[in-house]
């Protein structure tokens, strides 16, 4: 049972433009989510959180949606450079659990 | 952000030989590591939970006897592949969960060590 979903595999974006990465979870127990980047043969880049006391979380040209009701959140990167092409990563926990539960990842083109 | 570091990078061995992966972070003590593997073009698979002080809580599947997990320290957890096979050929990552950090909820990843088994 997949807790954690990106159903996007791929996006392609032109640079300038913004990115808006999906990200749907079943767990109503999930209080806290996280997003990150990775390249190919690192480890993932922390990139931005966001608890479920709040419904907007932004850091520069990154912001982070959440929509409790739906289950739902999203990253919105504006804007988009060709630097931020890589897979990312929305991952959730619940309180107290530690473990974080991954999404399959969405990679990220941004074309000049 | 938190920075945590891993070793070695990558790794190749002959079938049968254990190998040994160091997880450490540098500049905040983590009670709670994790262990994680990465197939090509799939999402991370959570292998275990180092606690320290105390035993490794695996996930379903993970053989504990296979992937040993030592949590010395509040800053070094170690995973040993035992007895190494080429099926074991993976990317593995580890991770450390900063208590400072998004209400201790935040996780910081290493590098990650390439494993090929020969």
């Known amino acids: 049972d997949q807790q954690v979903k990106q159903n996007s595999p791929s996006l392609s974006v032109q640079e300038g433009r913004i990115s808006i990465l999906n990200c749907d979870y079943t767990?109503?127990?999930?209080?806290?989510f996280l997003w990150y980047k990775k390249y190919p043969a690192e480890g993932p880049t922390f990139l931005i959180s966001?608890?479920?006391?709040?419904d907007k979380n932004e850091d520069g040209r990154f912001t982070v949606f959440l929509n409790k009701s739906a289950k739902h959140l999203s990253l919105h990167i504006v804007p988009s450079q060709p630097g931020d092409s890589a897979v990312y990563f929305c991952?959730?926990?619940?309180?107290?659990?530690?473990?974080?539960?991954f999404g399959q990842g969405t990679e990220l083109s941004v074309k000049p | 952000g938190a920075v945590v570091s891993q070793h070695p990078s990558r790794v190749i061995c002959k079938s049968g030989t254990s190998v040994k992966i160091e997880c450490r972070s540098l500049?905040?003590?983590?009670?709670?590591m994790f262990w994680y593997r990465q197939f090509p073009k799939q999402s991370l698979m959570l292998m275990a939970t180092?606690?320290?002080?105390?035993?490794?809580?695996?996930e379903q599947g993970v053989e504990k006897d296979k992937f040993l997990i030592n949590h010395a320290s509040l800053t070094l957890s170690t995973l040993t592949v035992t007895s190494a096979h080429p099926e074991d050929s993976s990317f593995y990552i580890c991770?450390?969960?900063?208590?400072?950090?998004?209400?201790?909820?935040?996780?910081?990843f290493g590098p990650g060590t390439r494993l090929l088994v020969l």
């Open positions: 991770s450390a969960r900063d208590p400072g950090a998004g209400g201790g909820e935040t996780q910081y």
């Open positions: 180092s606690n320290e002080g105390s035993k490794a809580t695996y």
């Open positions: 991952a959730a926990s619940a309180r107290g659990g530690g473990k974080l539960i």
């Open positions: 767990n109503s127990m999930f209080d806290y």
């Open positions: 966001i608890s479920s006391i709040k």
């Open positions: 500049d905040f003590q983590a009670t709670t």
